[in-house]
């Protein structure tokens, strides 16, 4: 969908170009740059920089950053003498747009190293196998918060995908008036909710049931369905409304009720992207740590019953294994990043599936 | 759209419906006003546990500070973090949503936006020990130049805080959080442009920029800003990321690279709740509900404009 | 199988719209019946009245009598759903449901009505209805692919053995053939011809050709203005209609003077 430079050129260079009679708009007939400038200033530009820095300290930052920097000005400059001013701006807007793209996969790339390189020494067996009951330094793993964060993201998943799905279909194939409209309205609002605000609730609703000071699992699956729902809801509504109506009709048409056509045509004929929109939810509750971190607390054993007591969960291990760490500190931070990682790992895999989900079903949709 | 299988006629006082449809029907909508009631659990939960601080002399909350006194550093923390992270980011998201959908060679622009997506998948815990633990003390750097040639503006006046866990390091976390946002609004908003404009802007002789001066940019303006105020949405409410880079002293300042720092509403609660026990408890939901009224005003702001622009577009 | 359709004073609304006003018409068994007139006069909105499917728009409602065989379609506890049973339907864009395949988008009506059949029966049942639709040599040995890969004439012949397939007592199709090319719109015809034999088959059409070459019975539909209701001018047998119609406004519209 976007406009590459194929089409510019196509445009603007076409051999039939109808163009009106707009003299001044045209550009003005003057030379072109050759083709090879931009690499050849970018490259002079890189060993300017270079030479400079490094008479008067290197650092491999500030070589990129005035590389860039010298670059567009240098682009600038040339393009001005040699094209005109209307072209120049043209390039330096190209220089700056693209440089705002490298600057936004800067953190993608530093964060991704970041914790791989920093978590992959306690990747290991004993990681994935063991608690951290009883241990002081080294060793011991996240096993417990592994299990913890299956548990509770699986319970707010099986909360959430019902009554998300459910509310899709009620806005698509049933809702008009004003409890739809509300609803609509509403589901916007929960979108917006902060996550500690949902852990927070959370926390209210089982202080008045159970009383002051509770933590449990089930506690943080409540908070995390509250983030979950709406995602679901959105996602599933826009797949359903893609459903072309030709086919509720045909289906009506053969004396099939509304809900069977619900379920049995409208439904299957959007299931890869339901599945996708849904395994997305899933992906961005599950590195949830606020609401986990005051709805569900932490331990250091294993606890898999979600209504009793505290849980361990891979977020909140990670945070407290970095902010309180015991004596020596090493293993700790060792454990969080790697923590960190297996988090990371979990939500890309969840990503990928999505993708495949929705690779493997589109074709089918016509 | 079809809705409800029946229709009051004339004659028919009570339309025939299947067994299952009335079962099905029911059950969606009953999950829809289920999604109403458990927001409004939410507000009534939330007022009830924040009820006591609300109405508790000043002397026993903690710091025997009136509730007000106490909340205001935080939800100047709060707006402060996040008004830097919409600085930061929102040119930046309009670059790079440019460079997707309009400079980048289209076989490769969809490879990109996942790219950039996968920057929104990263959990914010990541992006906490990220910052505290890269970012930090990679700005020691830049934040000590600032100090020494800008610090004439109160901005950056120092002194500059030695591990880099600043209010700025704190905004530029957020910022790298909430790029992606607003970049999946820019890019959706740039390719709704309408294609004739762009053509016949081109074909005029317009230059690439030109094109996008004159067709794409004026067409996206109010998707841009409702993209922002999402964006600003969710930077107000983030919790771990601050809570975990900013090193807080509950001071009310501009100065963005010293290690004085007021704490966000949402790292505080985050920090605090873990150890709090009675009236402190109600404080932090106190100030959990101021948040959630201010991240709920900003996002009402946001639909309300995106709003209005997809009654603009419906008419063209 | 194969029964009459009496519709009496029947208005047809949007709402507060009246699109169709007062139809009277009685169809014959075991005919074809064609519904000719201008655009926007309300054939569509006729034809889907009689199988109920008019209901399905939001705050469209009907008012009248329609019967099959003495039966009020519209009756109190009458479930449209039943109605739907009895009277099939083909649209004027092909719509095989794209998540089944061939076979199993003939036996849809069959399976989603939770009708209990052997593995035996389904099979005959999907040789029957693809022979009723002439379509069973063409695609007898890729049964199991999906019924979106087909060809636009045949995708719309599988719809039409889907209809058949629940053994309706009447076939509604509403322009069957305006996305089809000239020779599977030759196929429809013939089949339409064949299918006579056991259904009531009421077809809209916009090809004054095409209801000359299929039908028994022509209705002429005419509207006097935008906003008006539309309404049945005249019926009769196609004969009379294509060569001495009653009135003035009909033999304009088959001759080609309309407007
Ligand atoms: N869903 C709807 N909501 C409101 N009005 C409608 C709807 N469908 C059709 N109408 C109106 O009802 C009238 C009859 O429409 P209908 O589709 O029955 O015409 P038609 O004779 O089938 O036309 P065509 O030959 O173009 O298919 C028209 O004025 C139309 O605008
Ligand atoms: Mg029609």
Redesign the interface.
């Known amino acids: 969908m976007s406009t590459g430079t194929e089409r510019t050129d196509t445009v603007t260079q076409g051999p039939e170009l109808d163009l009106p009679a707009s003299p001044d708009l045209l550009p003005k007939a003057k030379g072109t740059l050759p083709k090879g400038t931009a690499w050849g200033v970018f490259v002079a530009s890189a060993l300017v920089v270079g030479g400079i820095l490094a008479a008067t300290g290197f650092s491999i930052g500030l070589w990129v950053v005035l590389t860039v920097v010298l670059f567009a000005v240098a682009t600038y400059v040339l393009s001005r003498v040699v094209e005109g001013a209307r072209k120049a701006t043209d390039r330096l807007v190209t220089v700056v747009v693209s440089a705002a793209f490298g600057v936004a996969m800067i953190p993608l790339v530093s964060v991704l190293w970041t914790v791989v390189s920093n978590g992959i020494a306690r990747f290991d067996a004993q990681f994935f196998t063991y608690s951290m009951r009883g241990v002081v330094g080294e060793g011991g793993g996240a096993y417990h918060a592994i299990l913890g964060t299956l548990i509770i993201t699986g319970l707010a998943a099986a909360m959430s995908i019902p009554i998300g799905m459910l509310t899709a279909v009620y806005l698509v194939e049933y809702g008009?008036g004003r409890l739809a409209k509300a609803i609509t309205f509403f589901v916007d609002v929960m979108t917006g909710i902060p996550s500690i605000v949902a852990g927070l609730f959370a926390y209210a609703l089982f202080a008045l049931i159970v009383g002051p000071g509770v933590r449990m699992g089930f506690a943080g699956a409540v908070a995390l369905t509250v983030l979950m729902i709406p995602i679901v809801v959105r996602s599933t509504e826009e797949m359903l409304k893609i459903v072309?109506n030709?086919?509720?009709?045909?289906?009506?048409?053969?004396?099939?009720?509304k809900w069977?056509?619900i379920l049995?045509?409208v439904i299957?004929?959007t299931?890869g992207g339901i599945a996708t929109g849904i395994t997305l939810a899933i992906a961005r509750v599950i590195g949830e740590t606020a609401p986990l971190l005051i709805a569900v607390g932490i331990t250091t054993g294993v606890n898999l019953n979600p209504f009793d007591d505290r849980m361990a969960t891979l977020p909140v291990f990670a945070y407290y294994s970095y902010v309180a760490p015991g004596i020596p500190r090493e293993p700790f931070l060792d454990r969080a990043w790697t923590a960190a990682l297996v988090l990371m790992v979990i939500v890309m895999l969840l990503n990928i599936i999505a993708r495949i989900i929705s690779r493997a079903f589109a074709p089918?949709?016509? | 759209?079809?809705?409800?299988?029946?229709?009051?006629?004339?004659?028919?006082?009570r339309p025939?419906?299947?067994l299952g449809d009335r079962v099905f029907a029911g059950s969606a909508k009953g999950a829809g006003i289920l999604i109403l009631v458990v927001l409004a659990g939410v507000a009534a939960f939330l007022l009830t546990e924040a009820f006591p601080a609300l109405v508790a002399p000043a002397s026993e909350l903690p710091g025997e500070h009136n509730l007000a006194v106490y909340i205001w550093p935080l939800l100047f923390g709060t707006l402060l973090s996040a008004l830097i992270a919409l600085v930061i980011a929102t040119p930046l998201a309009i670059c790079v949503a440019l460079f997707i959908s309009h400079y980048a060679p289209r076989r490769i622009a969809q490879g990109l936006g996942y790219l950039v997506d996968l920057l929104a998948a990263v959990p914010s815990i990541v992006y906490g020990l990220w910052g505290v633990g890269v970012l930090a003390p990679a700005s020691v750097g830049l934040m000590t130049w600032l100090n020494d040639y800008l610090g004439w503006i109160p901005l950056f006046a120092g002194p500059v805080s030695a591990t880099g866990r600043t209010m700025l390091v704190a905004g530029l976390v957020l910022a790298v959080m909430i790029l992606p946002i607003i970049t999946a609004v820019a890019r959706e908003v740039f390719l709704q442009a309408p294609r004739l404009h762009e053509e016949a802007a081109l074909a005029l002789g317009a230059t690439r920029w030109e094109m996008i001066k004159m067709a794409v940019l004026p067409f996206g303006r109010s998707g841009l800003i409702s993209g922002a105020m999402l964006g600003l949405g969710r930077a107000l409410g983030e919790t771990m990321a601050v809570a975990i880079v900013l090193s807080v002293s509950g001071v009310v300042t501009f100065n963005l690279v010293s290690s004085g720092n007021p704490s966000s509403i949402a790292a505080n609660i985050a920090l605090q709740f873990p150890e709090a026990s009675g009236l402190g408890v109600n404080v932090l939901i106190a100030s959990g509900l101021v948040l959630f009224l201010v991240t709920l005003a900003v996002n009402m702001l946001a639909r309300y404009i995106v709003n209005r622009r997809s009654e603009f577009s419906g008419a063209n | 199988m194969s029964k009459n359709i009496e519709a009496k004073d029947l208005n047809i609304y949007y709402g507060s719209f009246r699109a169709v006003e007062g139809v009277n018409m009685s169809i014959k068994k075991k005919t074809v019946t064609a519904l000719i007139g201008p655009s926007g006069c309300g054939k569509s909105t006729f034809l889907r009245s009689i199988?109920r499917?008019h209901?399905?728009?939001?705050?469209?409602?009907?008012?009248g009598k329609l019967e099959l065989d003495g039966q009020d379609l519209?009756?109190?506890?009458?479930?449209?759903?039943?109605?739907?049973?009895?009277i099939?339907?083909v649209?004027q864009?092909p719509?095989?449901?794209?998540?089944m395949s061939i076979y199993d988008n003939v036996i849809?009506?069959m399976k989603?009505?939770n009708k209990r059949a052997s593995r035996k029966e389904f099979d005959e049942t999907v040789e029957r209805s693809l022979r009723g639709a002439n379509l069973w040599n063409e695609v007898k040995d890729r049964l199991d692919k999906?019924g979106?890969g087909l060809s636009g004439g045949q995708q719309q012949r599988l719809?039409i053995a889907?209809?058949i397939a629940?053994q309706p007592d009447v076939l509604l199709m509403d322009e069957p053939c305006s996305a089809l090319d000239p020779i599977s719109t030759l196929a429809i015809e013939d089949l339409i011809n064949e299918l006579k034999n056991d259904y009531t088959i009421v077809i809209v059409t916009h090809n004054m050709q095409q209801a000359a070459r299929v039908s028994d019975y022509t209705g002429f539909f005419n509207i006097e203005g935008t906003g008006k209701p539309g309404k049945l001018v005249e019926m009769d047998e196609t004969k009379t209609i294509f060569s001495q119609p009653t009135q003035k406004a009909t033999e304009d519209y088959v001759s080609g003077r309309f407007g």
Do not use: H, W
Request: proline share 11%; net charge positive; charged share 20%.
């Open positions: 008009k072309p030709e086919l509720r009709e045909a289906s009506y048409a053969l004396g099939v009720p069977k056509t049995k045509i299957p004929t299931a089918k949709t016509r | 759209m079809t809705t409800t299988e029946v229709t009051p006629t004339p004659r028919t006082a025939v419906t299947q | 199988n499917m209901e399905v728009i939001a705050g469209a409602y009907v008012e519209y009756g109190a506890g009458m479930d449209p759903v039943i109605v739907r049973r009895q099939g339907m649209f864009r719509n095989p449901f794209p998540t849809a009506g989603l009505n999906p979106s719809c889907r209809a629940v």
